[in-house]
């Protein structure tokens, strides 16, 4: 049977108790068991399987000699850290280089589009669509709004990321945005920073509104 769950509208301002499909028998009888297959099959690939894909074909290109570019340096307990492009804008300048306004600032890698074909057409089919003890989707943490504000950020590239992620820290009092092993910002620490603030936010709307009733 459906369960009654909050869902939550605009940004989490407005919340709304509706019925939630709880089995995979309900969601097949809505969309049919095809769908159901593809939904999950499609939400494995972006969140488990195409990161340690990139993550991989990215290292085989540093291999080769074409290094990641460091994009920044961040203090540490450790001392100083260099922080490095992301693995799909590693990928990206060796197979096409990178321009700054018209301009070719970084060769690319020689015969870059066809060696990259080649790791994909190895690495991918090797990779499994999930490894025990990802995380998967299903524990329903993340808002589908969230995710695709973070995912419409980092379609502006990395210093859009870095811009937001400062914005997050700085109108969250002692909150930090989750980085990964190389000190990037995922899609999903994004999101998971943008729902803290819609949450800050409409808990200081909250009592905003206690107060000036004087409750």
């Known amino acids: ?16 108790t509706e019925e939630r499909p709880s089995t995979i028998s ?33 290292k085989e290109i540093a291999k080769l000699g074409f290094a990641k570019k460091v994009i920044k340096t961040k203090e540490t307990k450790e001392g ?14 060796a197979v096409a280089g990178e321009t700054e306004d018209g301009t070719l ?20 089919p090797a990779e499994p669509l999930y ?22 950020f980092f379609a502006s590239g990395d210093d859009k ?10 109108l969250i009092p002692g909150y930090s945005v989750g980085r990964d092993a190389d000190g990037l910002v995922t899609p999903e620490s994004l999101a998971r920073g943008i729902m803290r603030l819609n949450k800050k936010l409409a808990d200081d709307a909250k009592k905003a509104a206690v107060s000036a009733l004087g409750a």
């Open 1 to 16: 049977m459906p369960t009654q769950d909050t869902v939550k509208y605009l940004d989490g301002k407005f919340e709304v």
């Open 26 to 58: 309900e969601i097949v009888a809505i969309i049919g068991e095809v769908a159901v297959v593809d939904e999950a099959v499609d939400n494995l690939y972006y969140r488990n399987k195409y990161p340690r894909v990139y993550s991989a074909v990215s």
């Open 80 to 93: 100083v850290k260099n922080v490095h492009e992301s693995d799909m804008d590693h990928i990206r300048a």
């Open 105 to 124: 600032v970084r060769e690319p890698l020689p015969d870059g589009e066809a060696i990259v074909g080649v790791l994909f057409a190895k690495i991918g």
């Open 131 to 152: 490894v025990k003890g990802e995380r998967t989707g299903g524990s329903g943490k993340i808002s589908q709004d969230a995710l695709d504000s973070a995912n419409k």
């Open 161 to 170: 990321v870095e811009e937001i992620t400062g914005k997050l820290e700085t």
